[in-house]
């Protein structure tokens, strides 16, 4: 059974830093893309960040680009999501999600996402 797990999300001030985490378990970790999606009140749910199996290949949205940074941990089957500057826009649900690396280009469509977390909320006041 895989299990996604988050962890990391709180109520912070616009400007802070946070670091979202994931803990996988039941799949072979290192050959899934791991991702980040995030869904706000209201609107649908959108890419976040995402990176390849290996750890050698990543990709964000031009909404979180140069605030952020998404790791990988193949030993501990974690993914990291480090985001900065934050924002009341930031504010949502984050998820963590799997989907099997099929081809070199890290998909940002939520429907080549196989496993989802259970999401952590993350709340900026301004």
């Known amino acids: 059974q895989v299990q996604l797990v988050e962890s990391g999300g709180e109520l912070v001030q616009a400007g802070a830093s946070l670091r979202l985490s994931c803990a996988a378990s039941?799949?072979?970790?290192?050959?899934?893309?791991m991702g980040w999606f995030r869904q706000a009140p209201g609107k649908e749910r959108e890419f976040v960040a995402a990176?390849?199996?290996?750890?050698?290949?990543?990709n964000s949205a031009d909404s979180v680009q140069g605030r952020s940074t998404i790791s990988r941990d193949n030993m501990k089957n974690t993914v990291t999501l480090q985001m900065n500057s934050l924002n009341p826009d930031d504010t949502a649900v984050y998820y963590c999600?799997?989907?099997?690396?099929?081809?070199?280009?890290?998909?940002?469509?939520?429907?080549?996402?196989?496993?989802w977390g259970q999401g952590t909320q993350v709340t900026v006041s301004s």
């Open positions: 999600t799997a989907a099997l690396q099929l081809t070199p280009t890290l998909p940002s469509s939520m429907s080549r996402y196989r496993y």
């Open positions: 039941g799949l072979s970790f290192s050959t899934y893309v």
């Open positions: 990176i390849s199996g290996r750890g050698r290949t990543m």
